[in-house]
């Protein structure tokens, strides 16, 4: 259920990101890792790395901090990519505790 | 924040310090200014680095060159930038370029992120991307009400870079400057083949600025702000002390000059080529090192193995430092802070330059006579006697600069008009400030053991 509800709000936030960038995303996720945005329930850490190689650490910051808001996770500043993907890795975990 | 607790934020380059007074003022924001190629990034990343050494903390928020770039590049300068990251000193902001209503939430996420962070200093690079994504009267707001209040509740100091076009005047939107609370401006012109750089502190509140205008230049340590020499009556200039003679390797000239060269004076020793300049200048080099003095000759004309060679056909002893130049296109500063380098590192006590004429052919006449000023003070106020060649006949509109020198010694040579005559070269002191010379013109001749005034 969490994984769900995380990737619909990657897809919503990708779109309110920029004009594209969803585009983007999508397609270097395809073509790097034969995976859609999928990927960040699977493996958040690779989706991290994959904004950071095509927007910059910066951008994929700003992407997991809306995300993390969106989702009602507390955003703890300065922003380091270790601390998003831990946060997006305990969403997600909590869906498999609860299963 | 870092603990390093002090009102100014010192550039970390002694130049630009000393024309700062100290430094950037903390909370404030400074707008450097400039056409592409004047170096701002460069200063400010060097600002910035030369801080971290020292324990602040700095971000720099980029929207022209992504991490990976920005790394490498500072790292071609001496500058690891991933060291700083490590050690908690550093952070990269890599901004996209995005269009005004996508831009508000990396600006929230950027504010947010700073104020967490809080670092003692943060580049924007440049304000002018951000000016023309968020249009002029909303970077007018951003820049006063968020920046500027950022930074003096933080007690930081934000540098806006701004980007002037190639020949526009105008910074920005016409208001970044009235914002910021230091403005310097950063340009950049071509004197012939020379490129100068000059610096303009427009304003820096809080600071004392004694000139607003330098000219710099760009090194890997950042930029070097050229000081202009100040001709002080201190404890090293010799016009403080009873006279003090130095020889010229040539008793009779010594007494034609009235005991010698005053030490810390300036001579010129002016004549047409092959008149013994340059004979006459390795004499009193020779002679001085002989005695124990620190000898500069810097040659503008010969190899260094030309002069050694010189130095051996006239029998002369004395073992002195011969640097041999390439006059190259350089500005009038360039030239007296290459000299004045030249001159500190050798400690040099007598300071020989042959000759200005090779000199001057890369100049404009005015340019050439502030090169030789600059020059003069220098040498005047550190008591380092100097001597330089020259031909004045052939540069005629140059006279005014030789006004300056203390002594002018002129030779020259009459052509013979019989077969089988000889050449006649004759010396004449035309000037000795300061001593009773000897005005009359004498004869002499080159020989093998260097000249012989008759």
Redesign the interface.
């Known amino acids: 259920m969490e994984k769900d509800i995380l990737v619909k709000t990657t897809n919503e936030v990708l779109q309110r990101l920029g004009p594209y960038f969803k585009e983007a995303v999508e397609a270097y996720l395809r073509t790097k890792y034969d995976a859609g945005v999928e990927l960040i329930g699977d493996d958040p850490e690779e989706f991290y790395s994959a904004l950071e190689s095509l927007f910059g650490e910066f951008t994929a910051n700003v992407f997991f901090s809306r995300l993390l808001s969106e989702l009602g996770i507390s955003v703890h500043y300065p922003l380091t990519g270790t601390s998003i993907v831990e946060s997006i890795k305990s969403y997600v975990n909590t869906e498999d505790k609860t299963d | 924040m870092s603990e390093v607790g002090e009102d100014v934020i010192p550039s970390g380059i002694e130049s630009l310090d000393k024309a700062l007074s100290g430094g950037f003022p903390r909370g404030s924001t400074i707008l450097i200014a400039g056409n592409p190629g004047t170096g701002k990034t460069h200063l400010c990343v060097h600002i910035l680095y030369n801080n971290m050494r020292r324990g602040l903390k700095g971000a720099y928020v980029s929207f022209a060159e ?2 990976g770039a920005f790394y490498e590049n500072a790292k071609h300068s001496g500058m690891d930038l991933r060291e700083m990251e490590e050690k908690g000193l550093f ?6 370029t ?2 005004g209503e ?1 831009l508000g ?2 600006i929230r ?2 504010i ?2 700073l ?3 809080k670092p003692d200093i943060v580049i924007f690079d440049s304000i002018t991307v951000i000016g023309q994504m968020l249009g002029g009267t909303t970077l007018r707001s951003f820049i006063h009400s968020v920046i500027s209040r950022l930074v003096s509740a933080l007690n930081m100091t934000a540098f806006l870079i701004s980007e002037v076009p190639y020949g526009e005047k105008r910074v920005g939107f016409g208001m970044e400057e009235f914002v910021a609370d230091g403005v310097i401006i950063m340009e950049m012109e071509m004197m012939r083949e020379a490129t100068r750089r000059y610096m303009k502190i427009m304003k820096m509140r809080g600071r004392k600025i004694k000139r607003a205008t330098y000219e710099y230049t760009i090194t890997n340590e950042g930029i070097e702000v050229f000081l202009l020499p100040e001709l002080r009556f201190d404890g090293q200039s010799s016009w403080g002390r009873e006279f003090q003679y130095v020889p010229t390797g040539n008793e009779k000239l010594d007494e034609m000059l009235g005991g010698g060269l005053l030490r810390g004076s300036v001579t010129l020793i002016d004549g047409p080529p092959g008149s013994g300049k340059t004979v006459l200048s390795l004499s009193i080099a020779s002679k001085n090192a002989l005695e124990g003095r620190k000898v500069l000759y810097i040659t503008f004309e010969e190899s260094t193995a030309q002069i050694e060679m010189t130095k051996k056909r006239l029998s002369l002893k004395g073992d002195f430092k011969v640097i041999a130049l390439v006059p190259e296109a350089g500005t009038p500063i360039e030239y007296y802070d290459m000299i004045r380098k030249l001159v500190s590192e050798e400690n040099a006590e007598i300071l020989i330059i042959d000759s200005l004429s090779a000199m001057e052919t890369n100049m404009h006449p005015e340019e050439f006579q502030r090169a030789v000023r600059y020059i003069e003070l220098f040498t005047k106020g550190r008591g380092i006697t100097t001597v330089m060649t020259y031909n004045l006949s052939l540069n005629k509109n140059n006279s005014g600069f030789s006004v300056m020198a203390d002594n002018v010694i002129l030779l020259s040579y009459i052509l013979p008009k019989n077969p089988g005559d000889t050449l006649k070269r004759t010396i004449i002191i035309l000037k000795s400030r300061r001593t009773m010379n000897d005005d009359r013109l004498h004869e002499f001749v080159i020989t093998s053991e260097g000249i012989k005034i008759k």
């Not at chain 2, 952070?91 to 996209?96: C, E, N, P, Q, R």
Request: glycine share 0%; proline share 0%.
């Open positions: 992504n991490k952070k990269f902001y890599d901004m996209l995005l269009s996508n939430e990396f996420v950027l947010e992120d104020v967490a962070y």
